[in-house]
């Protein structure tokens, strides 16, 4: 099927698509293992791949201790993510490398917004409930509407687990329809499964079913606080879900990986089981996300071997 590229709209929940999901552990685990055998990027081509990843990088900050001053740090870093010394070596010079966004507490939503003024770069906010999700649902329909009204332009929602691990499918799907219709077309709403809380593949297959139901534009594995957060393993049933959907409905919607990815050779296994698996479409920011900070660095870092053939101290390489 052709592919749309207009915001997917979701469309009304199908239960029996839901329960006829079926996933092969052991079939996902042979696919994952295969990804650092079948593809090996080297030299200029490497290089490429690690400015893309850059621009792939929802980088973020999501601590108790976040002050205006950390935002506006991490958002300098934002607007300069690559040294200008490097860029230039690269042959990009006057070529504007930025992140795909910076992402935030609600809180700290417009402190982001007022540093990144004069950018396109979006402001994406963390909402309802996160990370667990256990607070009342107008509460957190409030945290979307505050962290729009302070400029966000896209809104990273958890689900409530409780309904995949119960099997309550519609509940999910009208939580999620209820977080998209507040979204509206201010933000873009990407959704968290957290699939370290849920059971089995099968309930992260069927979660990412409901999720695009419900009018998700991505579908984002973990909040980074779970005890194990972004694998490939979930990564591909989540991407399958996605081709699957595509197939389906022709519309497109993204995929964004969180949680601990801090190492380059790991940001090119994740843009390898994207290319491979849904197209070089799935290696923009339109429909591809890292959610990391460190990330950032070792990138950076990379680049700088490759131009010189050392790595720099990770001092020479500030976040902010």
């Known amino acids: 099927m052709n592919s749309n590229h207009t915001r997917n709209p979701g469309m009304p929940l199908d239960l029996d698509w839901v329960a006829g999901a079926h996933v092969n552990k052991s ?11 079948r593809r090996t990027v080297k030299k200029d081509w490497q ?5 893309r990843a850059v621009t792939c990088i929802d ?3 999501l601590s108790g201790d976040d002050t ?3 935002v506006k740090r991490l958002c300098a870093k934002a607007r300069q993510p690559i040294r200008p010394d490097m860029l230039s070596r690269l042959g990009l010079d006057g070529e504007k490398i930025t992140v795909g966004a910076v992402c935030v507490y609600p809180n700290r939503v417009a402190d982001a917004v007022q540093a990144l003024r004069g950018t396109d770069i979006p402001v994406a906010s963390v909402a309802t409930g996160f990370p667990a999700g256990q607070t009342p649902l107008p509460q957190r329909i409030a945290e979307i509407e505050q962290a729009i009204e302070s400029g966000a332009r896209e809104i990273d929602v958890v689900i409530s687990r409780n309904h995949v691990l119960t099997g309550d499918w519609q509940a999910m799907y009208d939580e999620l329809k209820l977080f998209r219709q507040t979204c509206g077309e201010a933000a873009h709403m990407k959704t968290i499964l957290a699939t370290g809380d849920l059971g089995t593949l099968k309930q992260v297959y069927q979660a990412s ?10 579908i984002k594995t973990s909040t980074g606080k779970e005890p194990v957060n972004a694998t490939l393993e979930v990564s591909l049933v989540m991407v399958r879900a996605i081709r699957e959907y595509l197939e389906r409905t022709g519309y497109e919607v993204g995929f964004k990986p969180a949680g601990g990815i801090g190492k380059a050779k790991e940001a090119l ?3 390898s089981l994207m290319k491979e698996e849904l197209g070089d479409e799935w290696l923009m920011p339109g429909l591809f996300r890292f959610g990391a900070s460190s990330l950032l660095t070792d990138l950076e870092r990379q680049l700088y071997h490759y131009l010189t053939g050392h790595y720099a101290a990770k001092h020479h390489m500030p976040m902010g």
């Open 68 to 70: 205006p001053g950390r």
């Open 47 to 51: 290089a490429a791949w690690l400015l």
């Open 59 to 61: 980088l973020t900050t």
């Open 269 to 271: 296994a994740w843009q």
């Open 27 to 37: 079939a996902v685990e042979r696919r994952v293992a295969s990804l650092p055998l």
């Open 209 to 218: 079913l409901v999720a695009m139901m419900a009018g998700s534009d991505f």
